[in-house]
């Protein structure tokens, strides 16, 4: 490992003769009696070995964590008699030679080499020098001559550094560490230099704990999305005894033993679990994951090693992030990390302390794939003492939705024919490459010895070609006894008495080809034939002419939709698009939609007629439970499964039925055959606004969304006073908020609808959002302040509470409402711009109560501009008394627009100003009077110019649009040629004063 034998011949033997334990001893900075001797006969070039390992150990930060260790792991050194340098009297390489001649059979070679390569040894001085400014080291020299004289003079014994102390020993260099007892002063000295280095090193060691733990929580806040647990989200949960199979030890009725349970006990990293579409493949990957029987087997295969499990469903209507690779590998690391929190420096070694100041993470940092998949390896090569198993279902719903833009649309368009039944639900070029990529990810793994993955997926081709030869089985070829037995228990609940029950179980298990949820449609449909009077005869005849296959233009989900009257396909379109649009614009692990917001949402966000107003304004506010709406919502349920042919289902969370169904509703040519182009919502932002709409009046009739009902209900703590606000609030409400929220940012809100539209909803959720909040908690008659925001929002150490609607619109990037507010003068005081401003500047960023979900605030443009061109001041200091110690422990207070901005270009804040055009920012501030020689002070107590804020903050961040640098750069330039002017003229008019005085 050490460098210096490369180049210094005989070093090698130096280094390798070291006994290992010497070497712990030595770079942890204690050195017991014991090694004295071992340590003496270095000839103290021990020393220089010991600098040689750390500068090479420093060098691997990057590329190999282990052999890092050293570096990272040292608290400090005691060098005793290394020469570091050449004196006055003696050239370095003459005293090295000296000091090499004394051992007993001095290194013949070493000696050659030490004085003409002692240029070699200068350089690693500085070296040295430079990696190790965060330790503590002491140099120690002798203070007495042998018979030849000083070995290593005082001069030679120290060198300049970080944190570089100096003592003495009274003896000679073959001495120093030769003691005759304990009471030796030579002994006694040693010990205080001990006690004294790491008395330093535990003076900075709760500081270096801190960073430690807030470094690790800042990583793990970055790699956490609101789908990650992805887990919690999938499918149902099995019906009883339908899974059993899997862990039991015997064949089925209709395969061989399962080997899945003999895989969790041996060596085999990867085990393929395939089925076909809806054959419940998901099912059972959730009840193995959670499954008793196998975990104790796994915790066989750890042989007493810690065991950790973390599973990973890609979940198509959870949003872009839930079915990429990006954030398969956040929620796996999550996962780990979070119980193994050690392994935070591991995986992502270059934000934890190396010698240099390290860079603050980011999201452009972090969560790259590049980065991700580094971090991945370096945390399963880490798990030394643990073993993991991994859980990963629905690799044929992973996609590449980074590389999206890559492709043309004939490569992303949907081919809906093949072979099989599971290609004909839909493939493209796009969706085979990224099939293809996540193949080559799990095959990687394949041999690990600390790790294991069981994997699911649709049996395609690109599966099946890469996965063959793999431990594992195909789900429907085990599910006949599961499906029997599941055909049997709901036909004798919910049909009591049905002639030829057996026979008809039977039939059903034999024609269902291992798929349950086609299993699951037609025990629905002869239950609801039963409970109608249908003959026996009849029902034989239902279940003949039910087609086998769900998917195509025969198959049983357009049959089922078929059936939908002609008179009802507009408004069935509409509910459709509406689940569809849902699921895409909500959190996931949200609510669903209620089925009474779902029929407020079909109805529009406008009344009837050419010039008819919003719908929202006409609900009078009057909360009702749910269960006093059951008038309502079972009348609703009905028309629900009449309008969808059974393809939405549900009541207090209405989704499709299967992902397969709304697959299928997919697919162009199945849209266009069911539904004329007129019928339902003709854009996606009239669904968007329709959506906003029937939420907001779900909310006027919706007694749980209330803080009474939270606190009825005991969810809520009781309070009196709307301060301090420290209860949570209902959960359905903080869900629905942030969904509307959602839909209500970004820049192009109001490009086809009129703006006014959004604005009015945009109040009318502020409105009644109050009014739930007050309901039978706080005293209406009294006119104040909204206090919702306070009590959905969060109040920490780094976040504010929003106060008003233009500051939550602000800081969840409704630019568009800002902008029309401020335009219309209707800032509810005089301060609000100023504190606009602030806020603005500082990015804030606000959390939901109890949902873990948030928004930040970035620097806009465009606000900026407004409030500028209205005469805001960028020079005029912050007084609002919420700004004190959110940063920091910094108060904002005192301070200016512009120093803020550049504070955080300095600080390394700067991943809060990513999402804007950073540069463009300070040149609109520049260009409206901020003052160029302003100076801020940044955390390290340092003062700076805007030109070093603004260099600090290129050199942290890459990938910046500079397009307005070359400006930035002239405005700077150019003021301070007019201050240096200034000067000169005001230098000249004072010497003519001083002429004509005298």
Same mark, same amino acid.
């Given at each position: 490992?050490?460098?210096?034998?490369?180049?210094?011949?005989?070093?090698?033997?130096?280094?390798?003769?070291?006994?290992?334990?010497?070497?712990?001893?030595?770079?942890?900075?204690?050195?017991?009696?014991?090694?004295?001797?071992?340590?003496?006969?270095?000839?103290?070039?021990?020393?220089?070995?010991?600098?040689?390992?750390?500068?090479?150990?420093?060098?691997?930060?990057?590329?190999?964590?282990?052999?890092?260790?050293?570096?990272?792991?040292?608290?400090?050194?005691?060098?005793?008699?290394?020469?570091?340098?050449?004196?006055?009297?003696?050239?370095?390489?003459?005293?090295?030679?000296?000091?090499?001649?004394?051992?007993?059979?001095?290194?013949?070679?070493?000696?050659?080499?030490?004085?003409?390569?002692?240029?070699?040894?200068?350089?690693?001085?500085?070296?040295?020098?430079?990696?190790?400014?965060?330790?503590?080291?002491?140099?120690?020299?002798?203070?007495?001559?042998?018979?030849?004289?000083?070995?290593?003079?005082?001069?030679?014994?120290?060198?300049?550094?970080?944190?570089?102390?100096?003592?003495?020993?009274?003896?000679?260099?073959?001495?120093?560490?030769? *003691?005759?007892? !304990?009471?030796?002063?030579?002994?006694?000295?040693?010990? &205080?230099?001990? +006690?004294? =280095? #790491?008395?330093?090193? /535990?003076?900075?060691?709760?500081?270096?704990?801190?960073?430690?733990?807030?470094?690790?929580?800042?990583?793990?806040?970055?790699?956490?999305?609101?789908?990650?647990?992805?887990?919690?989200?999938?499918?149902?949960?099995?019906?009883?005894?339908?899974?059993?199979?899997?862990?039991?030890?015997?064949?089925?009725?209709?395969?061989?033993?399962?080997?899945?349970?003999?895989?969790?006990?041996?060596?085999?990293?990867?085990?393929?679990?395939?089925?076909?579409?809806?054959?419940?493949?998901?099912?059972?990957?959730?009840?193995?994951?959670?499954?008793?029987?196998?975990?104790?087997?796994?915790?066989?295969?750890?042989?007493?090693?810690?065991?950790?499990?973390?599973?990973?469903? *890609?979940?198509? !209507?959870?949003?872009?992030?839930?079915?990429?690779?990006? &954030?398969?590998? +956040?929620? =796996? #690391?999550?996962?780990? /990390?979070?119980?193994?929190?050690?392994?935070?420096?591991?995986?992502?070694?270059?934000?934890?302390?190396?010698?240099?100041?390290?860079?603050?993470?980011?999201?452009?940092?972090?969560?790259?794939?590049?980065?991700?998949?580094?971090?991945?390896?370096?945390?399963?090569?880490?798990?030394?003492?643990?073993?993991?198993?991994?859980?990963?279902?629905?690799?044929?719903?992973?996609?590449?939705?980074?590389?999206?833009?890559?492709?043309?649309?004939?490569?992303?368009?949907?081919?809906?024919?093949?072979?099989?039944?599971?290609?004909?639900?839909?493939?493209?070029?796009?969706?085979?490459?990224?099939?293809?990529?996540?193949?080559?990810?799990?095959?990687?793994?394949?041999?690990?010895?600390?790790?294991?993955?069981?994997?699911?997926?649709?049996?395609?081709?690109?599966?099946?070609?890469?996965?063959?030869?793999?431990?594992?089985?195909?789900?429907?070829?085990?599910?006949?006894?599961?499906?029997?037995?599941?055909?049997?228990?709901?036909?004798?609940?919910?049909?009591?008495?049905?002639?030829?029950?057996?026979?008809?179980?039977?039939?059903?298990?034999?024609?269902?080809?291992?798929?349950?949820?086609?299993?699951?449609?037609?025990?629905?449909?002869?239950?609801?034939?039963?409970?109608?009077?249908?003959?026996?005869?009849?029902?034989?005849?239902?279940?003949?002419?039910?087609?086998?296959?769900?998917?195509?233009?025969?198959?049983?989900?357009?049959?089922?939709?078929?059936?939908?009257?002609?008179?009802?396909?507009?408004?069935?379109?509409?509910?459709?698009?509406?689940?569809?649009?849902?699921?895409?614009?909500?959190?996931?692990?949200?609510?669903?939609?209620?089925?009474?917001?779902?029929?407020?949402?079909?109805?529009?966000?406008?009344?009837?007629?050419?010039?008819?107003?919003?719908?929202?304004?006409?609900?009078?506010?009057?909360?009702?439970?749910?269960?006093?709406?059951?008038?309502?919502?079972?009348?609703?349920?009905?028309?629900?499964?009449?309008?969808?042919?059974?393809?939405?289902?549900?009541?207090?969370?209405?989704?499709?039925?299967?992902?397969?169904?709304?697959?299928?509703?997919?697919?162009?040519?199945?849209?266009?055959?069911?539904?004329?182009?007129?019928?339902?919502?003709?854009?996606?932002?009239?669904?968007?606004?329709?959506?906003?709409?029937?939420?907001?009046?779900?909310?006027?009739?919706?007694?749980?969304?209330?803080?009474?009902?939270?606190?009825?209900?005991?969810?809520?703590?009781?309070?009196?006073?709307?301060?301090?606000?420290?209860?949570?609030?209902?959960?359905?409400?903080?869900?629905?908020?942030?969904?509307?929220?959602?839909?209500?940012?970004?820049?192009?809100?109001?490009?086809?609808?009129?703006?006014?539209?959004?604005?009015?909803?945009?109040?009318?959720?502020?409105?009644?959002?109050?009014?739930?909040?007050?309901?039978?908690?706080?005293?209406?008659?009294?006119?104040?302040?909204?206090?919702?925001?306070?009590?959905?929002?969060?109040?920490?150490?780094?976040?504010?509470?929003?106060?008003?609607?233009?500051?939550?619109?602000?800081?969840?990037?409704?630019?568009?409402?800002?902008?029309?507010?401020?335009?219309?003068?209707?800032?509810?005081?005089?301060?609000?711009?100023?504190?606009?401003?602030?806020?603005?500047?500082?990015?804030?960023?606000?959390?939901?109560?109890?949902?873990?979900?948030?928004?930040?605030?970035?620097?806009?443009?465009?606000?900026?501009?407004?409030?500028?061109?209205?005469?805001?001041?960028?020079?005029?200091?912050?007084?609002?008394?919420?700004?004190?110690?959110?940063?920091?422990?910094?108060?904002?207070?005192?301070?200016?627009?512009?120093?803020?901005?550049?504070?955080?270009?300095?600080?390394?804040?700067?991943?809060?100003?990513?999402?804007?055009?950073?540069?463009?920012?300070?040149?609109?501030?520049?260009?409206?009077?901020?003052?160029?020689?302003?100076?801020?002070?940044?955390?390290?107590?340092?003062?700076?110019?805007?030109?070093?804020?603004?260099?600090?903050?290129?050199?942290?961040?890459?990938?910046?649009?500079?397009?307005?640098?070359?400006?930035?750069?002239?405005?700077?330039?150019?003021?301070?040629?007019?201050?240096?002017?200034?000067?000169?003229?005001?230098?000249?008019?004072?010497?003519?004063?001083?002429?004509?005085?005298?």
């Amino acid at each position: 490992m050490l460098r210096m034998s490369e180049s210094l011949p005989g070093a090698t033997t130096q280094a390798s003769s070291m006994p290992s334990s010497l070497r712990a001893k030595i770079v942890s900075g204690v050195i017991p009696a014991r090694y004295w001797k071992i340590w003496r006969d270095f000839e103290s070039l021990g020393g220089l070995v010991v600098k040689e390992a750390l500068i090479t150990s420093k060098s691997y930060v990057e590329r190999h964590p282990t052999l890092a260790a050293i570096a990272v792991n040292t608290m400090g050194i005691i060098f005793m008699g290394t020469p570091h340098r050449g004196s006055k009297q003696e050239e370095y390489g003459d005293i090295l030679a000296k000091v090499a001649g004394l051992a007993r059979r001095p290194n013949e070679q070493l000696l050659r080499t030490l004085k003409p390569n002692s240029n070699i040894l200068e350089k690693q001085r500085d070296e040295f020098t430079t990696i190790s400014k965060d330790l503590v080291v002491f140099c120690v020299r002798e203070e007495l001559s042998t018979a030849i004289g000083l070995i290593v003079p005082k001069e030679s014994a120290i060198y300049d550094g970080y944190n570089v102390r100096t003592g003495a020993i009274h003896a000679n260099h073959m001495d120093m560490v030769k *003691f005759a007892a !304990r009471t030796d002063p030579g002994y006694e000295r040693t010990l &205080g230099f001990i +006690r004294e =280095l #790491l008395n330093l090193r /535990l003076v900075g060691q709760d500081k270096t704990i801190k960073f430690q733990e807030d470094r690790q929580q800042e990583i793990l806040d970055l790699l956490k999305f609101p789908s990650m647990n992805s887990l919690e989200l999938s499918d149902k949960p099995a019906h009883d005894g339908t899974c059993d199979w899997i862990v039991a030890n015997h064949p089925t009725e209709t395969a061989d033993q399962p080997q899945f349970m003999p895989w969790t006990r041996n060596d085999e990293s990867l085990f393929w679990i395939s089925g076909k579409a809806a054959s419940g493949k998901s099912t059972l990957m959730k009840y193995i994951y959670y499954d008793d029987t196998v975990h104790a087997a796994l915790e066989e295969w750890a042989h007493g090693r810690k065991l950790l499990k973390a599973g990973y469903f *890609f979940i198509e !209507r959870a949003g872009d992030l839930a079915k990429c690779r990006e &954030g398969m590998l +956040r929620s =796996l #690391l999550h996962q780990i /990390l979070k119980e193994q929190r050690h392994l935070i420096a591991v995986a992502f070694p270059s934000f934890f302390p190396t010698g240099k100041h390290p860079p603050r993470p980011t999201p452009e940092t972090v969560n790259t794939w590049e980065s991700l998949s580094t971090a991945f390896a370096a945390t399963l090569e880490g798990l030394r003492d643990s073993r993991v198993c991994l859980f990963i279902d629905g690799l044929d719903e992973y996609r590449m939705m980074d590389q999206l833009a890559q492709y043309t649309p004939d490569q992303i368009e949907l081919i809906t024919e093949g072979s099989n039944d599971d290609a004909a639900w839909g493939t493209s070029e796009w969706i085979v490459d990224g099939h293809l990529q996540i193949a080559e990810f799990i095959l990687q793994h394949r041999g690990r010895p600390n790790s294991k993955i069981c994997f699911s997926s649709r049996l395609l081709n690109v599966f099946e070609a890469r996965f063959r030869g793999l431990p594992g089985l195909q789900i429907h070829r085990y599910t006949a006894g599961a499906i029997k037995k599941y055909c049997t228990e709901r036909l004798e609940e919910e049909a009591r008495g049905m002639e030829d029950l057996q026979a008809f179980v039977a039939a059903v298990t034999n024609k269902s080809l291992g798929v349950f949820l086609w299993v699951r449609l037609v025990i629905d449909r002869l239950i609801r034939g039963n409970d109608n009077g249908d003959k026996v005869s009849e029902l034989w005849d239902v279940l003949e002419k039910i087609p086998q296959k769900l998917n195509g233009k025969d198959g049983l989900y357009m049959k089922m939709l078929e059936n939908i009257r002609k008179e009802d396909r507009d408004e069935a379109a509409k509910l459709f698009q509406l689940v569809k649009h849902w699921d895409e614009v909500s959190l996931a692990g949200a609510p669903r939609m209620d089925i009474i917001t779902l029929f407020l949402a079909e109805e529009g966000y406008l009344n009837a007629g050419e010039n008819g107003g919003l719908r929202v304004k006409n609900d009078k506010f009057s909360p009702e439970t749910w269960e006093a709406l059951r008038y309502r919502w079972s009348r609703l349920q009905r028309r629900l499964r009449s309008r969808c042919g059974g393809l939405l289902e549900g009541t207090k969370e209405v989704q499709f039925m299967h992902l397969t169904a709304k697959e299928f509703l997919s697919q162009k040519r199945w849209w266009s055959h069911l539904f004329e182009p007129q019928q339902g919502f003709l854009s996606t932002e009239e669904a968007r606004l329709a959506l906003i709409s029937g939420q907001i009046r779900r909310f006027k009739c919706c007694a749980e969304a209330t803080m009474e009902y939270w606190r009825r209900e005991g969810l809520a703590e009781p309070a009196e006073q709307p301060e301090p606000m420290t209860r949570i609030p209902p959960m359905f409400l903080c869900y629905a908020v942030a969904s509307i929220l959602i839909m209500l940012r970004g820049d192009t809100i109001g490009s086809a609808v009129d703006s006014n539209v959004y604005e009015s909803l945009a109040d009318e959720l502020d409105v009644t959002c109050d009014k739930l909040i007050r309901v039978g908690v706080f005293d209406h008659s009294k006119p104040s302040r909204p206090i919702w925001f306070e009590l959905l929002f969060e109040e920490e150490n780094t976040q504010l509470s929003p106060k008003n609607m233009t500051e939550l619109a602000l800081a969840c990037g409704m630019r568009w409402y800002v902008i029309q507010k401020l335009r219309r003068n209707t800032i509810t005081s005089k301060a609000q711009p100023t504190e606009l401003l602030g806020l603005l500047a500082i990015g804030n960023q606000i959390r939901y109560r109890g949902i873990g979900f948030g928004h930040i605030s970035n620097p806009s443009r465009k606000i900026m501009e407004v409030l500028l061109m209205g005469g805001m001041d960028p020079n005029l200091e912050l007084q609002d008394p919420r700004l004190a110690g959110k940063c920091s422990g910094r108060s904002w207070n005192g301070m200016t627009v512009w120093t803020v901005i550049l504070w955080k270009l300095s600080d390394g804040y700067a991943r809060l100003l990513v999402e804007e055009r950073v540069f463009a920012v300070v040149e609109l501030l520049l260009t409206h009077g901020a003052d160029p020689a302003a100076r801020v002070r940044t955390d390290s107590g340092r003062f700076i110019t805007p030109a070093v804020a603004i260099r600090n903050y290129l050199r942290e961040v890459q990938g910046l649009d500079l397009t307005a640098y070359p400006k930035v750069v002239a405005l700077l330039h150019d003021a301070k040629r007019e201050g240096e002017e200034t000067e000169e003229g005001e230098e000249t008019e004072e010497s003519g004063s001083e002429s004509e005085d005298r």
